[in-house]
Structures are given as structure tokens and as C-alpha cells.
């Protein structure tokens, strides 16, 4: 592979950018699980050119171990002229791809091979994300016999278009690409349809199977004018799957073998709902000729996948099956990644919700909170808030961060919590005292290692005024905003967080909130987010409080987080605000 960097003589041999590992690992696991499920030989390259992953196929085929090939430069260790010589960059016909980011083939090109034998190939590179977004390049080769290079493709049956082996392995290998590199079923679904259509058929239908096992057309597509138009009066709740219908959908739908049907399949007697269902596609898409192969992944069928033809005169045959369920394989393995990522997400979302807790009636104290999950996180998280009444009539007010995205921060979350409202509740003490209650208790009493949090206490004054109190451990600032715009963070009462055993005397701090003034707790997710500085965050808050001060408190925490939140935060948030009654 040809070196972007590469400059000098380009004769001379270029040194690798990456020291080759000692072990024989075929690189990322997140890489060579696609590689490997392609049936040639595979690598990926990154902006270098150097190799960064290669599946077991291309390690038989050169002869060579992943330690040998990991981290070298691909085009220096690889490339070769007819003859065995040294292959100069300038006459590298991978090159020009390489650079321009574009797909290209060759169907002869020479490898060099462990023994030094050369090996004749056939190749198609092709771009390729991997990592956090790193750009890098997929090459994918098998090897050819000289005499057959210009030989004639053999024919495999009437009227069918055919794929060469090259862009069959091709398709196969951006299906496994597109997929994997998603967790939401439906853009999978879309990036499915957009995968074969317009390239293998005139439309593609999608039916998925629902944990109940009813069966729901879940997207119809055509090919139109060089794009694809949803048909949406097509799509919809089908009818129930039949047990012992034998008509090609239905028993797709119970993980038989594919089938190449046509519209007379469905002219006869129906058997089932779906079999009507079907005819009626047939009739109004004007298919002649379709296949269908289910949707399976490695413990159930999820579905079935429908290509038709309609514009295109030459009809499916059973040489085009293979490919069908290669494809369909791949759908159903990362359509059930999706399904278990986002089941999981909505367990660990309701888990987090009902650990939360409902907040007070305060007489003249507006009071709200919101906790959002992290964008891409799959478990529960460590963020929570508390408000409740006292046994002296003051509210108690609290948030926190639990070190930990995960169970046993969820349920660190929930003990400490539910310690800090018996202890307040019981002991008419000073916010300082508690928490350094709390601190010592944690050490011998839950499962939380470290902890940031705020626990306050407000309570009315005469004149329309409130007295906040407080003390903070580790957390970010509170954030007053009175009702003329004016806003500032409270900053007294700071100390260290909890866990650390450092047994330091805590302190208290305390301000009067005048009368329609704003009170923002907050977790750091609000404010921070990755290669940004948490000043410029929190600058941000305190610009966005203040100029949302005038609007309604539910208004104001919704505006607050759409504006504030950092797009690429990868934290869990949670805000607790209250607001003082406005003078009469």
C-alpha cells in the first residue's frame, strides 16, 4: 500500500511508521471481527499506509503472521513487479485511490509472500473508517491464476446479472462495515436498503419479527430516478405468521431457506393474512421476479429481507441466493446488536429514572429537575439529585456525581442517598456536619469509592427573601441568577470529595436569595465535555441562565439543557433548579 507521506526516492525501501508487534494478534477487536467474515484475504491501512488490522485469510495467503505484517508499511513489505522486483511508488496502481480517498480494482497485480514467492492477485480498495473516526483504507485481494486474468467470465445462468467475484466480496465487505458501525435498528435498516438498491434490485422489503412475534413491515423502498422513495403506504403492521403456511414469506419468517418467488407464487388460493399481503405487494410494486431469504441472527430470526425487480428485465435465479444470504447473515447479527444495545439502554434508562426520586411540595418554591443519559451510553450512571422537607420545616437539597458509569455506581448512587436523607432528616445539624457524616459512613457503610456532591438546606426569611446554606464537596459550583438577568456562582463552602480519607474539617457557606431569583444545581456533564476546558462550559451556563431568567422554571431548565449540554458529551446530566416567589 502507498504511503501518503511518502516523499524522497521512491525506489528505496520506506521504513515502517509503527514497530510491528510482538504478538500475533490481527489487530483491533473492533477490526478483525469484519475482516475476518470476509471470504479473501483482507487488511486495513491507515492514513500511512501502514497496516493496522488483517484477517486469517490474508495471513494464509501471504504466508505471513499478523506480527509480521502489523505496523509495517503495506507497499514496501508487499508490492512487487511481475518479476519480483521492488515496486516504485510512482507505478503503484493502488496509489492513485490511496491518495484521492476513492474505491478502485486491478485484476493483476503481484504480493510478496513470506518465502518470497510471488503470489498473482486480483485487488479492490476501498476507503475505510475504523477506531474514533480514524480515516484508513480497506484493500481486499484473492489470488488469480495468470492464464485466467483475461479469460472470459463464466456465465451462470440466463438473464442473470452477475457481480465478479471482486464486487461481490466488496458488497459483502461494506454491508459488515455499514452495519457493525451503527446501534440504532433503524438506520441500520436504511443503510441495508440503500446497501443493495439500486445495485442488485428495483426494491427491497424489510419484515421484522416483535418480541409479541407479530410481524410489522418495517420499510418498503424503490429505486426512483437514481434515488430511493420510501413507500410508507406499503409499510405497516402485517397480519399474524401462519405455523404451516408453505408460501415463501411465511416460512422465511420461521428461518427457512431462501427462495426466488415471482407474482404467481401468490396468484393461488392464500393460505394466510400475510399471503394476501403479499399478492397485494406484488400487484401494486409490479415485481416480476423477487427472492426472499429470513433475517436470522444466532439465536432467532429477526426477519426477512425482499429484493424485487421491476424495471430490470432479467429475473433473480438461484445463483443469486448465496449472495442474498450473506448479506442477510450480516443484517441479522448486527440487527440484534442494535435490538440488545437498545433494550438495555431502556432498562438501564428506567432503572435510573425509578432510582430517582419525586421532588417535594414546598409552599412558595418552585422546584424541577431532569436527568438525561449519557447520548451513547448503554448502562446506568452515577449522577443524581434529592430535594426534601425537614423535620424542622427547612428543605433539604442535594445533587451528585457517583464515580462510575455502570451498576455499582447506580446503586453507590441509591445508598448514599437514601444515608444522607436519614441522617439529615434525624440530626438538626449544619450541612457541613452532615456530610462529613456521610463522608466517614461511606468508608464502612456502601460500596461508594469516590463522590462529589452538594447538600443545602434553604428556608424563608422575612421580606420575600430565602437563606440558601451549604457546603460542597468536589462539586461544580451552584449557580444563583436573580430576576434582573444577574447571575454568579456560589463558590464558598468548597471542599474535598468524598472518599478520599483525608479527614479535613468541612466548612459551611451561606447567601440570602432575594425574592424571583434562580437556584441551578448541576452534574458536570452539563458543563464539561472532551479537549474542552470546564471554564469556557461554565461560562457558557451563566451567559445561557441569565438570559433565560425572565421565562417559566419548566421552560427555563428545558431551554437550559438544549443550550448548554456540549453536543459531543459523553456524560449523563442531571439538574436540579428552584426558583423563590417574585415580589407582589
Known amino acids: 500500500m502507498t504511503g501518503a507521506k511518502a516523499t524522497g526516492a521512491v525506489d528505496q525501501p520506506h521504513h515502517p511508521a509503527h514497530p510491528a508487534p510482538t504478538g500475533a494478534a490481527a489487530g483491533p477487536a473492533g477490526l478483525t471481527g469484519p475482516l475476518n467474515a470476509i471470504g479473501a484475504g483482507a487488511y486495513v491501512v491507515d492514513e500511512q499506509g501502514c497496516v493496522v488490522a488483517v484477517n486469517a485469510r490474508a495471513q494464509e495467503l501471504l ?75 480497506l484493500v481486499i485481494f484473492h489470488p488469480v491464476l495468470e492464464e485466467d486474468v483475461f479469460g472470459a467470465v463464466p456465465e451462470t445462468g440466463p438473464g442473470t446479472e452477475t457481480l465478479s467475484e471482486l464486487e461481490r466480496l466488496a458488497l459483502l465487505a461494506e454491508t459488515t462495515t455499514q452495519l457493525t458501525s451503527t446501534l440504532d435498528v433503524d438506520a441500520a435498516l436504511h443503510r441495508l436498503v440503500r446497501l443493495v438498491v439500486p445495485r442488485l434490485a428495483d426494491w427491497a422489503i424489510i419484515d421484522l419479527l416483535a418480541e409479541s412475534d407479530e410481524v410489522r413491515r418495517s420499510l418498503v423502498v424503490q429505486a426512483d430516478d437514481g434515488g430511493l422513495v420510501t413507500r410508507e403506504d406499503l409499510q405497516g403492521p402485517m397480519p399474524p405468521l401462519p405455523e404451516q403456511s408453505s408460501l415463501p414469506l411465511s416460512r422465511a419468517l420461521r428461518g427457512a431457506a431462501s427462495t426466488v418467488v415471482g407474482p404467481e407464487t401468490y396468484q393461488g388460493e392464500a393460505d394466510s393474512g400475510i399471503a394476501v399481503e403479499q399478492r397485494r405487494l406484488f400487484d401494486t410494486t409490479g415485481m416480476h421476479s423477487a427472492v426472499i431469504a429470513p433475517i436470522s441472527s444466532l439465536r432467532e430470526v429477526l426477519g426477512a429481507l425482499t429484493l424485487g425487480r421491476s424495471r430490470r428485465p432479467e429475473p433473480f435465479t438461484v445463483a443469486d441466493l448465496p449472495l442474498l444470504e450473506d448479506i442477510t447473515r450480516r443484517a441479522g447479527l448486527a440487527l440484534e446488536n442494535a435490538r440488545l444495545y437498545q433494550r438495555q439502554r431502556k432498562v438501564a434508562e428506567t432503572m435510573q429514572r425509578h432510582l430517582l426520586p419525586q421532588l417535594p411540595t414546598v409552599a412558595h418554591l418552585e422546584m424541577t429537575a431532569r436527568y438525561l443519559p449519557a447520548p451513547d451510553a448503554s448502562q446506568v450512571g ?203
Do not use: K
Open 63 to 137: 504466508g505471513r503472521t499478523a506480527a509480521e505484517l502489523l505496523g509495517q508499511d503495506a507497499h514496501d513489505l508487499l508490492h512487487r513487479s511481475r518479476f519480483g522486483e521492488q515496486l516504485p511508488r510512482s507505478r503503484c496502481a493502488m496509489r492513485p485511490a490511496f491518495m484521492t480517498g476513492r474505491t478502485a480494482q486491478a485484476r493483476q497485480d503481484w504480493f510478496e509472500r513470506g518465502d518470497g514467492s510471488l503470489l498473482t492477485i486480483s485487488w479492490l480498495i476501498t476507503p475505510y473508517q475504523f477506531g474514533d473516526g480514524h480515516a484508513g483504507t
Open 382 to 584: 452515577g449522577d443524581w439529585y434529592d430535594a426534601f422537607v425537614l423535620s424542622d420545616g427547612a428543605t433539604a437539597l442535594a445533587i451528585g456525581d457517583v464515580v462510575g458509569h455502570d451498576l455499582e455506581a447506580a446503586a453507590g448512587m441509591a445508598q448514599l442517598r437514601n444515608m444522607l436523607r436519614a441522617y439529615a432528616w434525624s440530626e438538626q445539624r449544619l450541612p457541613s456536619m452532615i456530610v462529613e457524616w456521610l463522608d466517614h459512613a461511606t468508608q464502612h457503610l456502601s460500596e461508594v469509592s469516590m463522590a462529589t456532591m452538594i447538600f443545602a438546606r434553604i428556608s424563608p426569611l422575612t421580606g420575600g427573601q430565602w437563606e440558601l446554606s451549604w457546603t460542597n464537596a468536589g462539586h461544580p459550583p451552584p449557580l444563583l441568577i436573580t430576576q434582573d438577568g444577574r447571575s454568579r456562582y456560589l463558590t464558598q463552602g468548597h471542599g474535598l470529595l468524598l472518599g478520599t480519607r483525608a479527614n479535613r474539617a468541612r466548612v459551611d457557606a451561606s447567601a440570602v436569595l432575594p425574592p424571583g431569583s434562580t437556584l441551578v444545581l448541576y452534574t458536570d456533564g452539563l458543563v464539561e465535555a472532551p479537549r474542552r476546558l470546564i471554564d469556557d462550559g461554565l461560562d457558557r451556563l451563566r451567559r445561557q441562565a441569565a438570559s433565560l431568567s425572565h421565562q417559566p422554571l419548566e421552560s427555563f431548565t428545558d431551554q437550559l439543557l438544549v443550550r448548554v449540554r456540549p453536543e459531543d458529551n459523553d456524560d449523563d446530566v442531571a439538574i436540579l433548579a428552584l426558583r423563590t416567589p417574585a415580589h407582589e
